[in-house]
T-cell receptor, first 114, second 115 residues
Framework: DTGVSQDPRHKITKRGQNVTFRCDPISEHNRLYWYRQTLGQGPEFLTYFQNEAQLEKSRLLSDRFSAERPKGSFSTLEIQRTEQGDSAMYLC????????????FGPGTRLLVL | AQTVTQSQPEMSVQEAETVTLSCTYDTSENNYYLFWYKQPPSRQMILVIRQEAYKQQNATENRFSVNFQKAAKSFSLKISDSQLGDTAMYFC????????????FGGGTRLMVKP
């Protein structure tokens, strides 16, 4: 069990550029979650997948954000036309199906938009 | 909607002593799960302890235990024999099946363990 991994760990970009983050969940976990965490705050839910289906999206997830999990394994989170307000830590978590509710987190991708 | 409130932004404790972190929550669900996560500086979030709402017995994990008061919607974390490695942000969180299993977090408590 290698845990949840995320890539890249850090990303610096200029306002207006597109960025894409990747998350690889724990292998037997079919649920995958994305959260955003700003400095000094608790994480906020963005979206989640069960297998390849995106089942829930937060109002925080504007039209500039899109997430995919095409084969039910890894997931990508893309932010188009980045804004300075997008600067945050983007966390990925995974869990087993309902009945085992514990989510295990990856190390996160820290995004800085200049 | 679920909400979680952590009323202590910062706390400190001497090494080897005991500290209790507070958490209150609100939910309309009957079946839900409560968690404490630890986030050390510049490191990833790890699970400390979890509690199923239908269980009356308080969860314990080594030096960590909870005081779960369902009627009061309170879920405090007690850390015994505090160690320097316990220095971290601690987040209380809730989830339920009907909430899509998404975690709702509190604002966190920054704990400093002093030598």
């Amino acid at each position: 069990d290698t845990g949840v991994s995320q890539d890249p760990r850090h990303k610096i970009t200029k306002r207006g550029q597109n960025v894409t983050f990747r998350c690889d969940p724990i292998s037997e976990h079919n649920r995958l979650y994305w959260y955003r965490q700003t400095l000094g705050q608790g994480p906020e839910f963005l979206t989640y997948f069960q297998n390849e289906a995106q089942l829930e999206k937060s109002r925080l997830l504007s039209d500039r954000f899109s997430a995919e999990r095409p084969k039910g394994s890894f997931s990508t989170l893309e932010i188009q036309r980045t804004e300075q307000g997008d600067s945050a830590m983007y966390l990925c978590a995974s869990s087993l199906p309902s009945g085992e509710e514990t989510q295990y987190f990856g190390p996160g991708t820290r995004l800085l938009v200049l | 909607a679920q909400t979680v409130t952590q009323s202590q932004p910062e706390m400190s404790v001497q090494e080897a002593e005991t500290v209790t972190l507070s958490c209150t929550y609100d939910t309309s669900e009957n079946n839900y799960y409560l968690f404490w996560y630890k986030q050390p500086p510049s490191r990833q979030m790890i699970l400390v302890i979890r509690q199923e709402a239908y269980k009356q017995q308080n969860a314990t994990e080594n030096r960590f235990s909870v005081n779960f008061q369902k009627a009061a919607k309170s879920f405090s974390l007690k850390i015994s024999d505090s160690q320097l490695g316990d220095t971290a942000m601690y987040f209380c969180a809730i989830t339920s099946y009907n909430a899509g299993n998404m975690l709702t977090f509190g604002g966190g408590t920054r704990l400093m363990v002093k030598p």
